[in-house]
């Protein structure tokens, strides 16, 4: 199947997302095609990378001078220690805003890469090689960098556009299931957000969703794209329309936080428990339909995703869950912000509810 090319255009930045299969072999050539040019370029690699890839994409590189540096990329470690620690390699190496990063892992090794481009000089070439589900239909699209502080989640960051992505499928293939499953959530997310037909496509092809059977992976991976970038194109530092990509997220984050981001619950684990949260909070509100809600929840379980809350909280949690939702960076008032859902393909942005009404909820939520 040829690459097929997805063009991102923000009023900050243009630029391709080139979706395929062994495209890393020959990263300068795909590099060179979409009209980037540098001298020096630093590889900011997730320690889970194989050897052999690094290898390869080193000797793509070849005619570059390269430098690599390579960290564990987790939650505990998306913090600013890891920012410094890249741009002392940069201004020690004496890099120019002319020469370029080049991100290669998941969506945290894409945010920090991201975030540290954005700061050195003012901005520097960045280029962004997604190797997980989650990080090809979610983080690499849309700018939005940063890291965790001990206060939550993302709140230190910046907006910044890539100058290219290439989303090779064959690094999903090295993936196990749990992190298919983590990108997975997002992908379902932007269907109910946006196109009940993709959702259909999905549930009927879910099993070869998982299988990366072609052309049914590469088709969930493009139109999730797709209906991010029409969102990021339109809004993109999130003053309006994009806040509808936060469906779910609110409960996500502060479920995350609440367990200090460790390995008992992933991100995108979490996004899908908040977006089943969200899917039990607009049921209670009475804004989306039995049968619709219905269809999605079978859905979540047909697929074996993470839906029991009470698994990894209790009632005493409360509070420290509220807390965090409270401290999310979209409430700008003592009330709690949330996307709910009216339909599949129709979200609502800024519900604002009170501490106490969510806390009534959660306490059902944990009790039943």
């Known amino acids: 199947m040829k690459p097929i090319k997805l063009k991102i255009k923000t009023k900050s930045q243009n630029y391709p997302i080139i979706i395929g299969s062994n495209l890393i072999l020959n990263i300068s050539k795909v590099i060179k095609n979409n009209s980037i040019d540098f001298k020096n370029c630093l590889l900011i690699i997730d320690s889970k990378i194989s050897k052999k890839i690094i290898f390869n994409i080193k000797k793509s590189l070849n005619n570059k001078k390269v430098y690599l540096f390579s960290f564990k990329a987790n939650e505990k470690n998306k913090n600013l220690n890891y920012i410094n620690k890249i741009l002392d390699i940069l201004l020690k190496k004496n890099f120019s805003r002319d020469d370029c990063v080049i991100s290669i892992g998941g969506g945290i090794t894409g945010d920090i890469s991201g975030f540290a481009a954005s700061l050195f000089k003012r901005g520097i070439k960045f280029v962004n090689v997604p190797t997980t589900l989650l990080s090809q239909v979610d983080s690499s699209i849309g700018g939005k960098t940063g890291v965790n502080t001990k206060y939550g989640k993302n709140l230190i960051g910046s907006f910044y556009q890539p100058n290219l992505v290439i989303t090779d499928i064959q690094f999903l293939k090295t993936l ?110 009475n804004l989306i339909k039995k049968n619709e809600y219905n269809s999605i929840i079978k859905h979540i379980y047909n697929c074996n995703l993470p839906f029991n809350l009470k698994k990894f909280f209790k009632l005493k949690d409360i509070n420290k869950i509220l807390e965090f939702m409270l401290k999310d960076k979209k409430n700008n008032s003592n009330k709690i912000s949330l996307v709910l859902l009216k339909k599949i393909g129709s979200p609502i942005i800024d519900q604002k509810y009170t501490k106490e009404n969510l806390r009534s909820f959660l306490k059902s939520e944990l009790s039943n």
Do not use: M
């Open 176 to 285: 196990p299931k749990r992190e298919l499953i983590c990108g997975y959530g997002e992908i379902l997310k932007h269907s109910l957000i946006a196109n009940k037909n993709f959702y259909i496509f999905l549930n009927k092809n879910i099993s070869k969703i998982f299988s990366l059977s072609s052309p049914f992976i590469e088709k969930a991976i493009y139109e999730s794209c797709k209906i991010k970038k029409k969102v990021v194109e339109n809004d993109e530092k999130e003053n309006g329309l994009r806040k509808i990509l936060n469906f779910g997220h609110t409960f996500a984050h502060a479920f995350e936080a609440s367990l200090g981001f460790s390995g008992r619950l992933n991100h995108g684990e979490a996004v899908i428990l908040g977006l089943k949260t969200a899917l039990n909070f607009s049921l209670k509100k």
